[in-house]
């Protein structure tokens, strides 16, 4: 009989500390699932005599706590720029990005992009 007791108190310890603490738990378990919300360029980081493209935005996770990685891709004349950067980004929290392609040329074709997302750790493309 006593040791019913002491199970059932244990089991009844151990339900009340996970109710207590299932967000955390939760955050440490499920990865970041992160979203790009918005993105941009344009050349306002340029110069004078020296033109550049910046790419920039916000990115969700819609996710658990974690790092996340931003890659954007910058197209012009049939080349390809790609930069990557890496951001911890707590869960249904947003953050910004800004890439700064100096790659591009002002008198070639018009450039274009491409932004993605993943979790750091994950299969990206």
């Given at each position: ?39 941009n ?22 996710g658990?706590?974690g ?44 450039p274009?992009y ?5 979790a ?6």
């Open positions: 009989m006593k040791r019913k007791y002491i199970i059932i108190g244990i089991l009844l310890i151990v339900t009340i500390l996970l109710l207590a603490n299932y967000q955390s738990i939760l955050k440490s378990i499920i990865p970041p699932f992160p979203e790009i919300v918005s993105s360029a344009d050349g306002t980081s340029s110069t004078l005599f020296d033109y550049s493209m910046k790419v920039f935005g916000e990115v969700t996770n819609k658990g706590d790092y996340v990685v931003i890659k954007a891709t910058a197209y012009q004349a049939g080349k390809k720029y790609v930069k990557t950067k890496q951001i911890y980004l707590p869960a249904y929290q947003t953050g910004k990005f800004k890439f700064i392609f100096d790659e591009v040329k002002l008198l070639k074709k018009t274009s491409d932004v993605e997302t993943f750091l750790g994950s299969l990206g493309n």
